[in-house]
């Protein structure tokens, strides 16, 4: 159901996975990809160390609707399924494997809102990961995802970087910016490239360290019934303690319980649906 790529430089080294598209309409890494592939193709990309799997686009129905998902989130059941009865369930028996197989995963992600800032997760610390990410070049970190879902218990939470950790793996989510923006592009590329010379893959200068500021996440909020948010929200905008963030038709009122960001903000979620999530500064 899904196409991947396998490439081999027959000298020892790492095993990368990277994956593009876990939800369909998130393009920019997909796009990434397909130019990695035909450098590749053209030996401008040549691979010296390690083994290198790539897939494109995780989830093919929804990529070729231009639609987040098909019956469910495939980054909220990135888990083995005996019994698949949805479409994103069997595309996970599909993937599942493939984490398991590579030492470290890099999971190519965008957001929906024009001007978003890029960020990397960093759900699961370890050398790999953190390796990976100080070649980024992204300027925010954001810990704390796998507390704040095991922490609340609204939601199951099986992501690519669960699924990754649960097979004793290296895994790092980044979200590149805008999915339809050709910047966001350039970072999905660039986090390839930077990948593969962080771990000695290829044969290149090392990107230049960027400071990063690191937030550590939480709580989500679940849209529990019709209401907006009280300001068109984007991803990192500050907010400060006690200032109202959304408010429900029936006048309930939700604010900041500390200065801190709003993250990942969804102007147009539906009840049941994550809605935003908040973070502070990490000391």
């Known amino acids: ?12 080294g790492k095993k990368l996975l990277i994956l593009a598209a876990i939800h369909g309409n998130e393009t920019a890494g997909t796009n ?9 193709s053209g030996k401008q990309v040549v691979l010296t160390s ?17 639609v987040r ?4 989130n495939l980054n909220r059941v990135m888990t083995f399924h005996s019994q698949p009865n949805t479409y994103e369930q069997r595309l996970a028996n599909e993937i599942c494997p493939l984490i398991e197989a590579c030492d470290v995963m890099l999971d190519l992600h ?19 990961n953190l390796k990976l990410i100080d070649g980024l070049a992204v300027d925010y970190v954001l810990e704390g995802w796998p507390d ?7 939601i199951e939470d099986y992501s690519t970087e669960r699924c990754a950790h649960t097979f004793g793996k290296s895994g790092t989510t980044v979200e590149c910016g805008y ?36 937030i550590l996440m939480k709580n989500y909020v679940v849209k529990k019934r019709t209401g907006k948010l ?41 009840v049941g649906a994550e809605w935003y999530y908040f973070g502070v500064a990490k000391l």
């Open 50 to 66: 390690g083994k290198l799997v790539v897939v494109p686009v995780c989830n093919p129905a929804g990529y070729e609707r231009d």
């Open 230 to 270: 009280c300001k068109n929200y984007k991803h990192l905008d500050t907010v400060i303690k006690g200032e109202e963030i959304a408010r429900y038709d029936d006048g309930e009122v939700l604010a900041a319980s500390a200065d801190g960001y709003i993250l990942l903000p969804n102007l147009n979620a539906e």
């Open 148 to 154: 704040i879902y095991d922490g609340q218990g609204e």
């Open 69 to 72: 998902q098909i019956d469910e």
């Open 32 to 40: 990434a990809l397909k130019r990695l592939l035909k450098e590749i």
């Open 179 to 214: 999915h339809k923006s050709a910047e966001a592009v350039e970072l999905a590329y660039s986090a390839i490239i930077s990948t593969l010379v962080q771990f000695g893959m290829i044969t290149a200068n090392k990107p230049e360290k960027r400071q990063k500021t690191h």
């Open 1 to 12: 159901m899904i196409e991947k790529f396998g490439f081999d430089s027959g000298v020892a």
């Open 110 to 128: 965008s957001t929906h809102c024009e001007g978003d800032v890029p960020f990397a997760f960093c759900d699961y610390p370890d050398e790999n």
